[in-house]
């Protein structure tokens, strides 16, 4: 299958949309929004990697760069809060309580410049995609956004109450990713937040390995199926109702 990208910017944020070559809008077709993780961008190869394949399996998909990332300007504050969480990391301090006091940064501004984005493309239906500063800054953005009706999301905790705040407010399903062995998120603050969703339909997924480690690629097929269930309207009509052959109506 060939695939579209096509770039554009929403009162100066600079986001792409990846769609299949022979339907080149998101009108036909459930979009899912993919949020990079810290230091990556909309176009990294992590996201493509997964953007590509939504595509291929049914979707259109759009990435967002957010604020210090990518394409965007330099902020001098969020700069000196990425070196200070790197010099943290290489001393081995513990991480969680600046990566989610950066998030709930970032995402005071991200939230509405991504709401801003889906208003520009005027899609249906939504799914959420994101870990690490993805899901740091999803969690808040489905809470607020009527728009989106499934979220994977993961690689995050619960070291702050606002977050777990927002979690709360979060009713539709989710699929929730750990790395067991993950060193920046204390994994019982990872089962606290997803505990703290208010979803009566969600699962966690745990797979051995560390914040970094790549994700099993078992995973991405798995979101496949998750958004199909809840972003593809089910079968109805006559083909449903019709009885199989041979047997009487």
Request: proline share 8%; aromatic share 6%; charged share 20%.
């Amino acid at each position: 299958m060939s695939i579209r990208e096509e770039f554009f910017s929403v009162n100066g944020v600079p986001a792409v949309r990846w769609t299949a070559e022979t339907d080149p809008t998101t009108a036909g077709r459930p979009l899912i929004l993919i949020g990079h993780g810290g230091g990556h961008h909309k176009t990294h190869p992590a996201v493509l990697h997964r953007a590509h394949h939504f595509v291929r399996t049914g979707f259109a998909v759009v990435s967002v760069d957010v604020p210090n990332h990518g394409d965007r300007p330099t902020d001098d504050h969020y700069q000196r809060m990425a070196t200070e969480i790197r010099t943290r990391a290489e001393s081995g301090a513990e991480l969680a309580p600046l990566l989610t006091a950066f998030h709930a940064r970032v995402a005071k501004q991200t939230v509405g410049e991504w709401q801003a984005v889906l208003d520009h493309l005027g899609c249906g239906p939504v799914g959420y995609w994101g870990i690490s500063l993805g899901c740091g800054l999803g969690v808040p953005f489905v809470a607020a956004e009527p728009r989106v009706r499934a979220a994977v999301l993961g690689l995050g905790g619960a070291a702050a109450p606002a977050l777990c705040e927002a979690a709360a407010q979060i009713t539709v399903p989710i699929e929730f990713l750990v790395q067991w062995d993950d060193e920046r998120v204390p994994r019982e603050q990872s089962v606290a937040l997803f505990d703290a969703f208010g979803s009566a339909d969600k699962t966690l997924h745990a797979n051995p390995g560390r914040h970094g480690d790549r994700l099993p690629e078992h995973e991405l097929d798995s979101a496949v199926r998750f958004f199909t269930r809840h972003l593809t309207p089910p079968v109805t009509g006559a083909a449903e109702a019709a009885p199989p052959a041979g047997r009487p109506g």
